[in-house]
C-alpha cells in the first residue's frame, strides 16, 4: 500500500484544513488508518485513527472535539478536518495504515504516506 498525504498549509489560528491520505496499491476498505503528527524538536504523536467501516474512530485528547476523520473507501481516501486550529498543532502531519487492529502506538502500522506540513500562525 503507497499513501499520500495532502492538504497541508499555513493558516491562522482559528482557522481550518482539511487533510487528505490517498492509498493505492491494495484494497484499502479493510485497513485502520491512523493520523500521527510531528512538530519539530518533538517525537511524532497520534492524532486520530479510523477502523476500517469508519464504525469506530479515536482521537487524541488534545484535538478531540475539534479535529474529525472520516474515511470515503470507495475513493480509497481518507480524511482530516481540522478545525478551531491553535498554534501549537504546528506540525507534519503523516497518515498510516495497517490490516490490523490499528491503535495509538507508530509500531501498530505497516504503511505510512511521506508526511505534509501544517502551519498555524498566531
Known amino acids: 500500500v503507497q499513501l499520500q498525504a495532502s492538504g497541508g498549509g499555513l493558516v491562522q489560528a482559528g482557522g481550518s484544513l482539511r487533510l487528505s491520505c490517498a492509498a493505492s496499491?491494495?484494497?484499502?476498505?479493510?485497513?485502520?488508518v491512523g493520523w500521527f503528527r510531528q512538530a519539530p524538536g518533538k517525537e511524532r504523536e497520534f492524532v486520530a485513527l479510523?477502523?476500517?467501516?469508519?464504525?469506530?474512530?479515536y482521537y487524541a485528547d488534545s484535538v478531540k472535539g475539534r479535529f474529525t476523520i472520516s474515511r470515503d473507501n470507495a475513493l480509497n481516501t481518507v480524511y482530516l478536518q481540522m478545525n478551531s486550529l491553535k498554534p501549537e498543532d504546528t506540525a507534519v502531519y503523516y497518515c498510516?495504515?495497517?490490516?490490523?487492529?490499528?491503535?495509538?502506538?507508530?509500531?501498530?502500522?505497516?504503511?505510512w504516506g511521506q508526511g505534509t506540513q501544517v502551519t498555524v500562525s498566531s
Open positions: 498510516a495504515a495497517t490490516p490490523a487492529g490499528g491503535g495509538t502506538r507508530q509500531v501498530s502500522y505497516d504503511y
Open positions: 496499491g491494495r484494497t484499502f476498505s479493510r485497513f485502520t
Open positions: 479510523a477502523s476500517w467501516s469508519a464504525g469506530t474512530t
